[in-house]
């Protein structure tokens, strides 16, 4: 059955049954960046087995995250939550050392509604370590949105500055999980054009979290933080700048002229920065050139991937998308919208919460060059002739910055490299 419903813009709306990676995957990537955190995710076996396996060989490094596993009798209420939770709190006080602790919530604690912000404040106050609780589950979300979860409830808990006087600068935050060298990177350039950061969320560290105050400018540099940049506009009364992504040359001078314009800065350098980055780039760009592209839709990055490649010249022949925030990403929206123009082709077609199945129908029709796609279609597709790039990637390298743009189209351009090396030998 073909349910595509289509709304005001070029974007569809299908059924929601796509392949994507649970929101929980998101403490692989949190609790490495947030270096004095515990993350515990309170859930069953089911979401053990998908931690275990999905983040493969982490696994045996002694990571600071774990599993509060439900039994039975936390499911029929035989068991009181606080003392179970209260034990397994105070064993990773014990051991671990930590400043503090996330509580991930799960299918299983969303669908017997336990009040686990009512038991952390309990057991924070006897533990005398924060807790942080987020509920990154599978029912309302999708993998990077579980990031977005985590840094929504962070928030909270990020000390406020004082009322500044009327004549005092607003200051700039970004927000965003990446590694420190990569925010030290995009921090760098935004140095060039005279624009000081004042902090990141997360910072490295839970006790060096930045004090916002109402008023402070906010730009996120991951497309998938809507909620968090929500909590700063509500809670915080903070000024987002809604800008493309630092994704490739192109996203990244349009996040960074974004910012200037909206501080007042004037804008140096950039366009030349810009073009010696293409230009570095050509063996790779005439590779991708003229092909055909395809997005599945798992990890929300889509969008901004999908604007990156139409500059490198590749027809996208689908957008698939499982969330797409029109007002956050409205700078995404805009820039590949301009790109399109320019090239005189149509916008490409947007598809949110994606059925695979009838995109499985669609490949077999427009036949693309290249799908990128998570594991569970990338190898029959592969079977069935069909070069594939694996989506996760994108999620795990570093893509942010002209520093990584090589990196970025390494990634995009191997599998089709692989397959004509396969056909030369
Ligand atoms: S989808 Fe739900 S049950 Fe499955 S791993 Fe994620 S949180 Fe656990």
Request: aromatic letters at 10%; one cysteine or more; hydrophobic letters at 40%.
């Amino acid at each position: 059955m073909k349910t595509l419903v289509q709304n005001k813009t070029n974007s569809y709306c299908e059924t929601g049954n796509y392949h994507t990676f649970c929101p929980i995957s998101c403490v692989s990537w949190l609790y490495q960046k947030i270096e004095d955190s515990f993350f515990l995710v309170i859930g069953t076996k089911t979401c053990g087995y998908f931690l275990q396996n999905a983040l493969s060989v982490m696994i045996f490094s002694e990571p600071r995250y774990a599993m509060a596993q439900l039994e039975e009798g936390d499911i029929s209420a035989q068991y009181n939550e606080y003392s179970e939770l209260l034990k397994v709190c105070l064993k990773i006080k014990k051991d671990r050392l930590p400043k503090v602790i996330f509580w991930i919530g799960t299918c299983t604690t969303e669908i017997i509604k336990m009040d686990l912000e009512s038991t952390a404040k309990k057991i924070e106050a006897e533990i005398e370590v924060p807790i942080v609780v987020a509920n990154a589950n599978g029912l309302d979300y999708s993998f990077t949105q579980g990031e977005d979860t985590v840094l929504a409830a962070l928030i909270k808990k990020a000390p406020l500055r004082k009322n500044k006087s009327l004549n005092t600068t607003p200051q700039l935050f970004l927000f965003g999980s990446l590694p420190n060298f990569i925010s030290t990177q995009l921090s760098l350039e935004l140095s060039k054009q005279g624009i000081k950061v004042a902090g990141w969320l997360p910072s490295s560290k839970f006790t060096q979290l930045p004090s916002i105050a109402p008023g402070d400018f906010v730009c996120g540099v991951h497309p998938y933080l809507s909620r968090a940049a929500y909590t700063l506009i509500r809670q915080r009364e903070c000024r987002l700048i809604i800008a493309p992504f630092p994704i490739g040359p192109d996203g990244t001078r349009a996040w960074i002229e974004k910012i200037c314009v909206t501080l007042g800065y004037s804008i140096s350098g950039l366009k030349e920065r810009e073009k010696q980055i293409w230009n570095k780039l050509v063996s790779y760009t005439n590779k991708l050139e003229g092909k055909t592209v395809f997005f599945t839709g798992d990890n929300l990055l889509e969008l901004s991937l999908a604007r990156l490649l139409t500059s490198c010249k590749m027809k996208v022949c689908e957008i698939g998308i499982p969330y797409l925030d029109k007002r956050y990403q409205a700078g995404e929206l805009e820039l590949i919208e301009k790109i399109c123009k320019e090239q005189g082709i149509r916008m490409p077609k947007i598809v949110e919460k994606p059925d695979n199945y009838n995109q499985l129908d669609r490949i077999r029709e427009f036949q693309p060059e290249l799908v990128i796609t998570g594991m569970a279609l990338a190898n029959p597709l592969e079977a069935r002739g069909i070069n594939t790039k694996w989506s996760v990637e994108f999620t795990f390298a570093q893509i942010h910055g002209f520093g990584n743009s090589e990196n970025l189209l390494k990634l995009i351009t191997r599998p089709l490299s692989r397959t004509q090396h396969l056909v030369n030998t």
